[in-house]
């Protein structure tokens, strides 16, 4: 497979990744699927996690990773005509990716480790991950342990699985950055690597001065 098809491949599996993380985490300001904590939020009052108003979600998962997946998948569908420019700047669409994928999945660990915010019967000081025992202690919302661990889960997967794709994407970039992005009729040899790199090293020249 051609390193522009493997781009286009790359960007149509990263638009729901990046979908689904928005969800995720625009759920999660609604636990129990209801409004009242979000008002009473911006009430001032405490009713939702911190992890949840870092919006890993919506900018490090969703909108970081979104933007990327357009470049790459237009790249992709530039089909056979060494578009060595748009790998190129694949590779740097990429890195952001990466960046708000790491995000995303940095506050999904956080948001399961820490737990929901709840009204308790009894106090616990012992990890509620491992216990399932504890989580009826959460009176209010209800079922906000599952809801929590569910959503955080969802977008700590969808995370993992945006990292391998945008990482997968900068060798592939790379690669097509050097070789081109399809050939048919000729082999990529280490002559034509070699004069493939110097293209785009003078194309970087070019860029910079």
Not at 23 to 47: H, M, V, W
Not at 66 to 77: K, M, N, V
Not at 128 to 134: A, P, S, V
Request: glycine share 10%; with cysteine; proline share 2%.
């Amino acid at each position: 497979m051609c390193t522009g098809k493997c781009s286009k491949f790359i960007g149509i599996c990263l638009y729901p990744l990046a979908l689904l993380s928005i969800i995720c985490n625009i759920f999660l300001f609604f636990p129990d699927f209801q409004t009242i904590y979000s008002k009473e939020e911006a009430e001032g009052l405490y009713r939702l996690t911190d992890e949840i108003k870092y919006m890993g979600g919506v900018v490090g998962g969703g909108i970081l990773v979104l933007i990327p997946a357009i470049h790459i998948h237009s790249t992709g569908r530039q089909g056979c005509c060494s578009n060595r420019c748009g790998m190129f700047l694949s590779i740097i669409f990429a890195a952001v990716g990466l960046a708000g994928a790491l995000y995303s999945g940095i506050i999904a660990v956080f948001g399961l480790i820490r737990g929901p915010v709840c009204m308790y019967e009894n106090e616990c000081t012992e990890s509620y991950l491992g216990n399932t025992d504890i989580w009826e202690t959460c009176e209010e919302p209800e079922n906000i342990v599952v809801f929590n661990i569910g959503l955080f889960s969802a977008l700590l997967v969808a995370a993992c699985l945006e990292l391998l794709l945008c990482g997968f994407q900068v060798l592939n970039g790379l690669f097509g950055c050097i070789c081109g992005t399809c050939n048919h009729k000729e082999v990529c040899t280490l002559d034509t690597k070699v004069t493939s790199f110097l293209k785009v090293k003078s194309f970087i020249y070019r860029i910079y001065y």
